[in-house]
């Protein structure tokens, strides 16, 4: 009993300034990531780059931040390792110089590879130093951590408009400032998280008595028995990541292309529209944990991909200045589900953070990269305009959420 309270007591305290430390890293991060898409229209014309070879670039460095996030995880569960997303930062900062002086599309890839390198080292960790700052706040937690990272991609198209359109692609070397200050942040932060993870042993080490030994092992009973149904829910909400990472490739990546061929607009005029949706992402995902709280878990992330699928289908037809609207709503429903799946997923396995956090966050940025390649590829064949119209289709596929577990059973089932 002694040892559940201390653990409880331990679990309350909220560290914001801990929590608002991370958020600016995957800020940082993120929007040293975001160069990637923001570099796109630059890359496309002096390099002569084919969609196609535009969705390679993004699933090169997509597969290997979604490849190795889950490794990092599972790594970070079993043997947590405070410093290591400063190294990640050192090789975003590495892959950033690569690609400020890449003089060809294959030395671009490996460029990216290594930005894929240090989000995949970041991420994992990064999730479970916020559930660890987060106390009894889980929800407001996570959105506070998710907010940094969908504010850092938001800044794309900015970054496009006021970098890479002036500067051209060596305005990519200031990006190294952003990795280097996001490393230094990290540093301060894996102090705290060293210290943490000290307490959390000697807790944790203390014997249990009699009474708890058995109360574990039933538990532990319990929780085997539920496994299937947590398996079969992860597999859903999987699905869930998959369809909302496609739909957000083709409007980040290939929409600005569309506003361009269809409207004659300027490049960084195009980027503005692209900023709308993914900063209204930004506020849909900060709403979406509170929205979460009062109305469940499981009904936020079906109204999240359901509720975008009327505006996803009418967004082609719309005129450059009715697609504002259209794009900020759409940006703000679709997104306001990212840090509750987050949320959703770590208690479906409770104890293994790092491992399922790197699972959805990663699954987000892989499923983005196949879509990246795949949407590309039907943009060359078809027109962007068709691949915009046919991708607004797959929103309605989150009326699968129905089959989740609902917030009831998942608490009941977590409790073990």
Known sequence: MQVAMEREQFERRTVFSILFSISLVHMLNDTSQSVIPAIFP???ESMH?????????????????????????????????????????????????????????????????????????????????ANLAAGNRRGLAQSIYQVGGNFGQSLAPVLTALVFVPLGQ????????????????????????????????????KPFSGAEETEEKEGKKEHRRQKKTAGFALGLLVLLV??????????SNFYAFYLIEEFKIRIDAAQVYIFLFLFAGVAGTFFGGPLADRFGKRNLLLFSMVGSF????????????WAYPVLALLGFILLSSFSV????????????????????????????????????????????????????????LGLFTFFLPSDEKLAKESSF
């Open 242 to 251: 998959f369809i909302r990472s496609w739909y957000s490739t083709a409007i």
């Open 170 to 205: 060596f305005g990519a070397i200031w990006f190294t400032t952003v990795a280097a200050l996001a490393a230094i942040v990290l540093l301060y932060v894996a102090s705290w998280y060293r210290e943490q993870l000290r307490q959390v042993r000697l807790i944790v080490r």
């Open 42 to 44: 630059i890359l496309k």
């Open 49 to 129: 780059l084919s969609y196609m070879q535009l969705g390679m670039v993004t699933f090169a460095l997509n597969i290997t931040s979604s490849l190795l996030q889950p490794v990092v995880g599972l790594y970070a569960d079993n043997r947590p390792s405070p410093y290591l997303p400063s190294l990640g930062m050192v090789s975003t900062l590495l892959g950033m110089l690569g690609l400020a002086f890449a003089p060809n599309f294959w030395f671009v890839l490996p460029s990216v590879i290594l930005i894929g390198f240090g989000s995949a080292a970041f991420h994992p960790e990064g999730s479970r130093i």
């Open 341 to 396: 799946s987050v949320v959703y997923a770590q208690d479906l396995f409770p104890g293994k953070v790092g491992t399922i956090s790197g699972l959805i966050v990663g699954l987000a940025f892989g499923m983005g990269a196949i879509g990246a390649v795949a949407l590309g590829s039907l943009a060359d064949l078809i027109g962007v305009k068709n691949m915009i119209f046919l991708a607004g289709f797959l929103p309605v």
């Open 310 to 321: 009327p505006f996803a289908l009418l967004l082609p037809y719309v005129n450059a200045f």
